[in-house]
């Protein structure tokens, strides 16, 4: 083993660590919150009083599945990438690590991308509970699914590195609250892309959303319903994964080396 | 390259942080000698922390090179790091952890193993007084100890050289005592220390060589000794004489200068009145046989010598010498 992955494991092991040790509750109010509140109100609260269909239940977890996992990710490098740059300055340790600068960005992204992918997971025994027709698990393609959560997180990592590291610290409220309520609702989260057939300028809108490919790969592995194309599925998650990955270390690159 | 014994060695650097500001560092060269404590003086704005943060891989030089141990700091940082420890001017441990916690990760990031780091962090803290508070959240710590908590972590690696960036500003004089023991201590075992302050007595009583910088140049780098004699009259002599009552009134200020400005040597002879038939006498000039032939004078004059002092000026006088009365 090289020094050099050492010292990638043992800034692993200190997040690890933090998230276990230190703060399991914040970690799990912060990624479950708002999902089982719009599981909740979407998936139970709207079919009982006969706003929705039933089976809406069905098309829906997968897009909060795809919810959890981007939202978890991308907060869980953004916001610390921001405190730790510009108000605690905790990084500084971590940038005087034997390891070359990026790999410290990539750490953090990895870090993220675990912690939303279990978050995500746990939406399907709250998805079991909550929704009226509970899950149903007979077509799951779960090589696929794994495939989409790893990329899928990997990828809005790399977007919260993007905003953590590029935008100024006192504008980041503004820029979370610009960037966050347009990524919810327009990541083919609580509807399928497909039904957006008859709303054609909005379906084409979703598709600069990298949400969307995420969804609706959810969508593909998760259920038999319609979903959009699979190739076009990894090619927006590929295009948006190296973008953002590109993007967010070399924003991070300028942000730890004055 | 690396030349034998010189373990930082920067030549032409130069920092601009942006592309149209002014240069932060503006074209410096000095060397770090393996084991000194090296003192980086100067005011507030100087470029002190620039010229660290480039030592430290921090920050990137727009011109020049910085090797550390013969590794240049952009192209080798990872070799840099490895030999470096850096104690910031503000403290940047990680609240998340405990104070144990922040030394034995630190040691695992440089590659220790469970038994050796827990060991290592016990003793640090035993040595810096902590050990009582290993558990706390470092969020609780008083700035005096989250300083030494910073000094310890720097020492989990043990490293060649390490980096302190205005290490006692802020402290209570205790604390400071004890940081400057603490320097003085790791100087004694081998480790190279370069740190920055505008505090000349803490320069003139710890660092072997120090470089006064002032809107990011060195104006002057030098033993605390070597810097003193850079005041155009830190040379000389100061006596305190008593003169016996004399029947006849002279003007013994004028006699004592032709006396004393007579002297070989002498460049210059200042006699003040100091009262009480006393004269203060400075003579500004060079000569080991000043002294004696000061003393011959004072004999020969019928004065009687009350006090002899050699002249040095004060490092703070040097500093305002070289860098002006201006406010930064
Ligand atoms: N990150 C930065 N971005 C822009 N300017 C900076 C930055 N850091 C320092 N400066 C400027 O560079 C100059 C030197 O600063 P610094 O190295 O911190 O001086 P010192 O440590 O001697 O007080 C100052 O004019 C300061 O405003
Ligand atoms: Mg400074």
Same mark, same amino acid.
């Given at each position: 083993?090289?020094?050099?992955?050492?010292? $990638?494991?043992?800034?692993? @092991?200190?997040?690890?660590?933090?998230?276990?040790?230190?703060?399991?509750?914040?970690?799990?109010?912060?990624?479950?919150?708002?999902?089982?509140?719009?599981?909740?109100?979407?998936?139970?609260?709207?079919?009982?009083?006969?706003?929705?269909?039933?089976?809406?239940?069905?098309?829906?977890? *997968?897009?909060?599945?795809?919810?959890?996992?981007?939202?978890?990710?991308?907060?869980?490098?953004?916001?610390?990438?921001?405190?730790?740059? @510009?108000?605690?300055?905790?990084?500084?340790?971590?940038?005087?690590?034997?390891?070359?600068? *990026?790999?410290?960005?990539?750490?953090?992204?990895?870090?993220?991308?675990?912690?939303?992918?279990?978050?995500?997971?746990?939406?399907?025994?709250?998805?079991?509970?909550?929704?009226?027709?509970?899950?149903?698990?007979?077509? &799951?393609?779960?090589?696929?699914?794994?495939?989409?959560? &790893?990329?899928?997180?990997?990828?809005?990592?790399?977007?919260?590195?993007?905003?953590?590291?590029?935008?100024?610290?006192?504008?980041?409220?503004?820029?979370?609250?610009?960037?966050?309520?347009?990524?919810?609702?327009?990541?083919?989260?609580?509807? *399928?892309?497909?039904?957006?057939?008859?709303?054609?300028?909005?379906?084409? &809108?979703?598709?600069?959303? *990298?949400?969307?490919?995420?969804?609706?790969?959810?969508?593909?592995?998760?259920?038999?319903?319609?979903?959009?194309? @699979?190739?076009?599925?990894?090619?927006?998650?590929?295009?948006?994964?190296?973008?953002?990955?590109?993007?967010?270390?070399?924003? $991070?690159?300028?942000?730890?080396?004055? | 390259?690396?030349?034998?014994?010189?373990?930082?060695?920067?030549? #032409?650097?130069?920092?601009?942080?942006?592309?149209?500001?002014?240069?932060?560092?503006?074209?410096?060269?000095?060397?770090?000698?393996?084991?000194?404590?090296?003192?980086?003086? #100067?005011?507030?704005?100087?470029?002190?922390?620039?010229?660290?943060?480039?030592?430290?891989?921090?920050?990137?030089?727009?011109?020049?090179?910085?090797?550390?141990?013969?590794?240049?700091?952009?192209?080798?940082?990872?070799?840099?790091?490895?030999?470096?420890?850096?104690?910031?001017?503000?403290?940047?441990?990680?609240?998340?952890?405990?104070?144990?916690?922040?030394?034995?990760?630190?040691?695992?990031?440089?590659?220790?193993? !469970?038994?050796?780091?827990?060991?290592?962090?016990?003793?640090?803290?035993?040595?810096? #007084?902590?050990?009582?508070?290993?558990?706390?959240?470092?969020?609780?710590?008083? #700035?005096?100890?989250?300083?030494?908590?910073?000094?310890?972590?720097?020492?989990?690696?043990?490293?060649?050289?390490?980096?302190?960036?205005?290490?006692?500003?802020?402290?209570?004089?205790?604390?400071?005592?004890?940081?400057?023991?603490?320097?003085?201590?790791?100087?004694?075992?081998?480790?190279?220390?370069?740190?920055?302050?505008?505090?000349?007595?803490?320069?003139?009583?710890?660092?072997?060589?120090?470089?006064?910088?002032?809107?990011?140049?060195?104006?002057?780098?030098?033993?605390?000794?070597?810097?003193?004699?850079?005041?155009?009259?830190? !040379?000389?002599?100061?006596?305190?004489?008593?003169?016996?009552?004399?029947?006849?009134?002279?003007?013994?200020?004028?006699?004592?200068?032709?006396?004393?400005?007579?002297?070989?040597?002498?460049?210059?002879?200042?006699?003040?009145?100091?009262?009480?038939?006393?004269?203060?006498?400075?003579?500004?000039?060079?000569?080991?046989?000043?002294?004696?032939?000061?003393?011959?004078?004072?004999?020969?004059?019928?004065?009687?010598?009350?006090?002899? !002092?050699?002249?040095?000026?004060?490092?703070?006088?040097?500093?305002?010498?070289?860098?002006?009365?201006?406010?930064?």
């Amino acid at each position: 083993m090289t020094a050099q992955v050492r010292t $990638f494991l043992a800034l692993c @092991s200190r997040d690890l660590w933090v998230t276990v040790r230190r703060e399991p509750a914040g970690f799990l109010i912060q990624a479950l919150l708002q999902p089982l509140f719009f599981l909740f109100v979407f998936g139970r609260v709207l079919p009982d009083i006969g706003a929705a269909q039933g089976s809406y239940g069905t098309q829906l977890l *997968p897009g909060i599945m795809s919810l959890t996992l981007v939202l978890t990710a991308l907060q869980n490098t953004a916001l610390p990438l921001v405190i730790e740059f @510009s108000f605690t300055r905790e990084i500084e340790d971590r940038l005087l690590a034997p390891i070359a600068v *990026p790999w410290v960005g990539a750490q953090k992204m990895l870090i993220a991308a675990l912690r939303a992918i279990v978050a995500a997971a746990l939406i399907l025994p709250l998805g079991a509970l909550i929704l009226p027709g509970g899950i149903d698990l007979h077509h &799951v393609a779960w090589g696929a699914l794994l495939l989409v959560a &790893v990329f899928g997180s990997l990828t809005a990592a790399a977007m919260g590195l993007v905003l953590g590291t590029v935008v100024q610290p006192a504008r980041i409220s503004i820029m979370f609250a610009l960037i966050l309520t347009p990524l919810i609702f327009t990541g083919a989260t609580f509807y *399928p892309w497909h039904a957006l057939e008859r709303l054609r300028w909005f379906q084409v &809108v979703t598709l600069f959303n *990298p949400m969307t490919y995420v969804s609706e790969g959810m969508r593909a592995s998760l259920t038999t319903a319609a979903h959009l194309g @699979s190739g076009w599925i990894v090619l927006g998650i590929g295009v948006a994964f190296v973008l953002f990955w590109a993007l967010g270390l070399w924003g $991070f690159m300028r942000r730890a080396v004055a | 390259m690396s030349v034998a014994g010189e373990i930082v060695q920067v030549s #032409g650097l130069r920092k601009r942080y942006r592309a149209e500001g002014p240069e932060a560092v503006a074209g410096i060269d000095f060397t770090v000698r393996e084991g000194e404590i090296f003192g980086l003086l #100067g005011p507030n704005g100087a470029g002190k922390t620039t010229t660290i943060g480039v030592m430290t891989t921090r920050v990137k030089p727009t011109g020049g090179t910085v090797l550390v141990d013969g590794h240049d700091v952009t192209r080798e940082p990872v070799e840099v790091k490895r030999r470096i420890a850096v104690v910031p001017q503000l403290s940047n441990l990680d609240r998340s952890l405990s104070a144990i916690e922040n030394l034995t990760f630190h040691a695992a990031y440089f590659g220790a193993g !469970r038994r050796e780091r827990r060991e290592r962090a016990l003793e640090l803290l035993d040595r810096f #007084g902590l050990r009582e508070r290993a558990k706390d959240q470092v969020g609780r710590y008083s #700035g005096g100890m989250a300083q030494r908590l910073m000094i310890a972590r720097a020492l989990m690696h043990q490293p060649r050289i390490l980096f302190l960036d205005e290490p006692t500003t802020g402290l209570d004089p205790q604390s400071r005592l004890f940081l400057w023991e603490t320097m003085l201590d790791l100087r004694t075992r081998g480790t190279t220390l370069v740190l920055t302050t505008h505090d000349m007595a803490e320069a003139d009583r710890l660092c072997d060589r120090i470089a006064i910088v002032d809107h990011g140049s060195i104006i002057a780098l030098d033993t605390p000794r070597g810097l003193r004699t850079l005041l155009p009259a830190a !040379r000389g002599l100061e006596l305190l004489v008593e003169g016996a009552e004399t029947a006849v009134a002279v003007d013994r200020t004028a006699e004592l200068t032709d006396v004393f400005g007579g002297l070989p040597g002498v460049e210059k002879a200042d006699v003040a009145d100091a009262g009480d038939e006393r004269w203060r006498i400075r003579l500004y000039g060079e000569g080991d046989d000043l002294p004696a032939a000061a003393l011959a004078a004072t004999g020969r004059a019928g004065l009687a010598l009350i006090e002899l !002092r050699r002249l040095e000026g004060s490092l703070e006088e040097v500093f305002v010498h070289l860098t002006g009365r201006d406010m930064r």
